[in-house]
């Protein structure tokens, strides 16, 4: 297989920090390195991996995982979340920047921001494997880093446009360290009706209905809430869809994706896409919180 293309990369590599030392790093050949001799290779599949130390704790999303999810979204069923994600970043093909998805998994989230801004570029973060050589060929304008974002984001103060989180863990104090003082951080979260109509009959994991005042405790003292959208249709699923929803989601790690129960199921099921698209500034802004 050949080397995949590194631009992306060397595009963004003057915003990415050493998870050394911090120091700023620069491309050179397929190397990554700062100014005191760290070097990070790149992978032959086009991703960089900042991961340095003892093992990760964190679980990320396996190849199969990955699978299901870039089938799904392939068949155009979040489609309308993604437009709304990148609406919240502020599409403008003029405005320029970088924009990083955290918890990426197949990056389509990012790519579909950067569809919408052709002047911005991208970097795709996640603490899996499997989605950093995903991620690598998401987009042409998204460079993909294996890192643990609970260690430390491994960019540089002030360095973004915008942050993503959309159904991912968040580093509230790590992403306000890493945004521009006028960036954004937008973050999708379920509601408690998302995939209502699965949830119950295939024993799938429950969102809590507390899960917005939870998302603005964890955010207070960093971000503050400007805005909010509810991006809420219903989705006609086959089984073959169902069985990808239930496959690539944390109900993966609970039931199986082969759950004789979606045999049960009719044909075509209705099933219900409910999901906020929250935007944050930083809370310094002195910005008032959304109604």
């Known amino acids: 297989m050949s080397p995949a293309d590194t631009s992306a990369l060397a595009a963004v590599a003057g ?4 998870p050394e030392c911090a120091l700023e790093l620069e491309p050179r050949d397929r190397v990554l390195r700062c100014g005191h001799g760290h070097s990070f ?6 991703y960089v991996s900042l991961l340095t130390g003892a093992s990760t704790k964190m679980t990320g999303d396996t190849a199969a995982m990955l699978d299901a999810r870039a089938t799904f979204q392939g068949g155009g069923h979040f489609a309308p979340i993604a ?3 990148a609406a919240a970043v502020g599409p403008d093909e003029h405005a320029s920047g970088t924009v990083l998805e955290v918890g990426a998994g197949t990056g389509y989230y990012l790519a579909g ?8 570029s991208g970097i795709a973060l996640d603490v899996a494997k499997p989605a950093a ?3 690598a060929r998401a987009h042409p304008r998204a460079a993909s880093v294996l ?3 609970w260690r430390g984001l491994p960019v540089r103060d002030g360095a973004l446009r915008a942050v ?8 509230p104090g790590e992403v306000a360290r890493v945004l521009a003082d006028d960036g954004r951080f937008v973050v999708a979260t379920p509601t408690e009706h998302h995939l209502r109509e699965l949830i119950g009959p295939l024993g799938m994991v429950t969102v809590d209905p507390d899960k917005d005042r939870r998302l603005d405790t964890a955010m207070s003292g960093h971000f503050t809430a400007t805005n909010r959208v509810l991006v809420e ?9 169902v069985a990808n929803i239930v496959g690539m989601g944390p109900s993966a790690h609970h039931t199986m994706a082969e759950n004789p129960r979606i045999a049960t199921l009719p044909d075509i099921t209705e099933v219900t896409a409910s999901v906020v698209v929250s935007t944050y500034l930083h809370s310094d802004r002195n910005t008032p919180p959304a109604p």
């Not at 915003?15 to 050493?18: S, V």
């Not at 921001?113 to 911005?120: G, K, V």
């Not at 993503?164 to 580093?171: D, E, H, M, T, Y």
């Not at 249709?233 to 869809?241: E, F, G, I, Q």
């Open 15 to 18: 915003l990415l920090a050493c």
């Open 41 to 46: 290779d790149i992978a032959k599949q086009g």
């Open 83 to 85: 437009t709304a994600v």
């Open 113 to 120: 921001a950067l569809d919408a801004a052709p002047a911005t």
């Open 133 to 135: 050589k995903r991620c």
């Open 147 to 149: 890192a643990d974002a």
């Open 164 to 171: 993503l989180s959309v159904f991912a863990p968040r580093n």
């Open 233 to 241: 249709y219903p989705m006609k699923l086959t089984r073959a869809d």
